[in-house]
T-cell receptor
Framework: GQNIDQPTEMTATEGAIVQINCTYQ??????LFWYQQHAGEAPTFLSY??LDGLEEKGRFSSFLSRSKGYSYLLLKELQMKDSASYLC??????????WGAGTKLIIKP | GAVVSQHPSRVICKSGTSVKIECRSL??????MFWYRQFPKKSLMLMAT?????????EQGVEKDKFLINHASLTLSTLTVTSAHPEDSSFYIC??????????????FGEGSRLTVL
């Protein structure tokens, strides 16, 4: 079957670094997305990985290992506004999106 | 600025009435639009996929006659919740894909619509 696992909740300190892990099982693979979603708002695109390796974009980086069915989102220099849910999303061979339940990230001063 | 606009952002209606939510792609042609529903503290649930000019493809468990989706043009899709009931109260979000972002497969999301049925 198709499945995405990511932690339900994480807590980190302002200015620190946090890594949100995601493991997945899909029928075929056409890429993995990370989205940020603040409560009551629509998701915002953060990153897209389709090849193995690390993609860096400012304070955010995303890593993919297709052989391990594993990805992580790395957030550096955490700010209070980074408090949000982070959604791991995969695209299968039929270009269907499979959404993880999201990781709620709580940033403390 | 926003590339997908969703309207209204909030709507309150009486039980038994119908509500229409619009989703517009502002600066690109959206060949495919998706409608999602999100329950509190839950992830997005795909309701249906619509391609311009053809009937929407509904996910299992989603009532076609209750959630009417129309994608009549490359820039507009509508979701109509017919004979709304309190259990239909939710956060509905549309997203679009098209020529923009095709290299990354990125989806562009509307701002979402909060529906409350009294």
């Amino acid at each position: 079957g198709q499945n995405i696992d990511q932690p339900t909740e994480m807590t980190a300190t302002e200015g620190a670094i946090v890594q949100i892990n995601c493991t997945y099982q899909t029928s075929g693979f056409n890429g993995l997305f990370w989205y940020q979603q603040h409560a009551g708002e629509a998701p915002t695109f953060l990153s897209y990985n389709v090849l193995d390796g690390l993609e860096e974009k400012g304070r955010f980086s995303s890593f993919l290992s297709r052989s391990k069915g594993y990805s992580y989102l790395l957030l550096k220099e955490l700010q209070m506004k980074d408090s949000a849910s982070y959604l791991c999303v995969t695209m299968d061979s039929n270009y269907q999106l499979i959404w993880g339940a999201g990781t709620k990230l709580i940033i403390k001063p | 600025g926003a590339v997908v606009s969703q309207h209204p952002s909030r709507v309150i209606c009486k039980s038994g009435t119908s509500v229409k939510i619009e989703c517009r792609s502002l600066d690109f042609q959206a060949t495919t639009m998706f409608w999602y529903r999100q329950f509190p503290k839950k992830s997005l649930m795909l309701m249906a996929t619509s391609n311009e000019g053809s009937k929407a493809t509904y996910e299992q468990g989603v009532e076609k006659d209750k959630f009417l989706i129309n994608h009549a043009s490359l820039t507009l899709s509508t979701l109509t919740v017919t004979s709304a009931h309190p259990e239909d109260s939710s956060f509905y979000i549309c997203s679009a894909s098209g020529t923009r972002g095709q290299n990354t497969g990125e989806l562009f999301f509307g701002e979402g619509s909060r529906l409350t049925v009294l």
